[in-house]
């Protein structure tokens, strides 16, 4: 079955640091989609990638979808304590309904 | 606008008993999806709903789980003679259609004694 592994499971930065975490699927993925979820919240949606190759940005935020379309990476420069949170690439496998979240990125930034 | 609601917030239960958890999606939103959490990993997919069809209900552990969507709005997910195991964060979210960005709501714990 079709599955998304997120590197690193965790990661402590100091506040002004970069960040970046990794996600590889199984199989080639159709999209694939970026949550935030803050401690005892729920997933917030970032972003999607659909394109392969493709890059966006939101302010400090670099998304990546790889050329295979099997993987993505999301870059924060200059990290603030407001990025706290974990981080999850989900990905839709093609002709599949269901998102396949990854394994999440628990991120700690020191002030 | 309203986001999505879930009820209830926490629900503690006995196991062997059977637990309702009821998800309001946005106004408008076709598609309705279930997921379960456990601590420290990623949302699960349970089943995803299409207007008032069960459109890949792949996700669902076993026959103790059920969910409906009778009207094309609100959904609720059924778990009959509920284990320890099913303990876990339930969450729901909706979407415009298949393949668009989903809206999560802020989930029920469930805790099975």
């Known amino acids: 079955g079709q599955q998304v592994m997120q590197i690193p499971q965790y990661q402590h930065v100091q506040e002004g640091e970069d960040f970046t975490t990794y996600c590889n699927s199984s199989?080639?993925?159709?999209?694939i989609q970026w949550y935030k979820q803050r401690p005892g919240g729920h997933p917030v949606f970032l972003i999607q990638?659909?394109?392969?190759?493709e890059v966006k940005k939101q302010k400090r935020l670099t998304f990546q979808f790889g050329e295979a379309k099997k993987n993505s990476s999301l870059h924060i420069t200059a990290t603030q304590t407001t990025d706290v949170g974990t981080y999850f690439c989900a990905g839709q496998g093609t002709g599949a309904n269901n998102l396949f979240f990854g394994t999440g990125t628990r991120l700690t930034v020191i002030p | 606008g309203a986001g999505v609601s879930q009820t209830p917030s926490n629900k503690v239960t006995e196991k062997g008993k059977y637990v309702e958890l009821r998800c309001d999606p946005i106004s408008g939103h076709t598609a309705l999806y279930w997921y379960r959490q456990s601590l420290g990993q990623g949302p699960e997919f349970l089943i995803y709903?299409?207007?008032?069809?069960?459109?890949?209900d792949s996700g669902l552990p076993n026959d103790r789980f059920f969910a409906v969507r009778p009207e094309g709005s609100v959904s609720t997910l059924k778990i009959q003679r509920t284990e320890r195991g099913d303990s876990a964060v339930y969450l729901c979210?909706?979407?415009?259609?298949?393949?668009?960005?989903?809206?999560f709501g802020p989930g029920t714990r469930l805790t099975v004694t």
């Open positions: 709903f299409q207007g008032t069809g069960a459109a890949d």
């Open positions: 199989t080639t993925l159709s999209n």
């Open positions: 979210a909706s979407s415009p259609g298949f393949s668009y960005e989903q809206y």
């Open positions: 990638l659909v394109k392969s190759g």
